[in-house]
């Protein structure tokens, strides 16, 4: 079992940044592929990034150049780096980890509350 908290979701202008993080909990954090969802309302939740145990990015076209994943498994974090926010980026940010990276959100087993962004135009 893994237990997730996201944070650091808030309000920006369109062309801001704002810094993801999820803190991870249990055991063998670092043996976890890790993604990043969002879910705006009455939409699907929807692949953003993941990141592979080693450290390879998976990422989904419309954030690319945008953000960027990472993570300190010496701290159980992944980060999401997110650039040029545009108001179409505003949605519940939710943390996953899962056996595999991968873009679809059933072959991750552990997520997180999800932390909102909002993106002002």
């Known amino acids: 079992q893994v237990q997730l908290v996201e944070s650091g979701g808030g309000l920006v202008q369109a062309g801001g940044s704002l810094r993801l993080s999820c803190a991870a909990s249990g055991r063998t954090f670092s043996s976890y592929a890790m993604g990043w969802f969002r879910q705006a309302p009455g939409k699907e939740r929807e692949f953003v990034q993941a990141?592979?145990?080693?450290?390879?990015?998976y990422y989904a076209d419309s954030v690319k150049g945008r953000f960027t994943i990472s993570r300190d498994n010496a701290k159980n974090t992944v980060y999401l780096q997110m650039n040029s926010l545009k108001p179409e980026d505003t949605a519940v940010y939710y943390c996953?980890?899962?056996?595999?990276?991968?873009?679809?959100?059933?072959?991750?087993?552990?997520w997180g509350q999800g932390t909102q962004v909002t993106v002002s135009s």
């Open positions: 990141i592979s145990r080693i450290g390879t990015i």
């Open positions: 996953a980890a899962g056996g595999f990276m991968s873009d679809d959100a059933g072959r991750y087993a552990y």
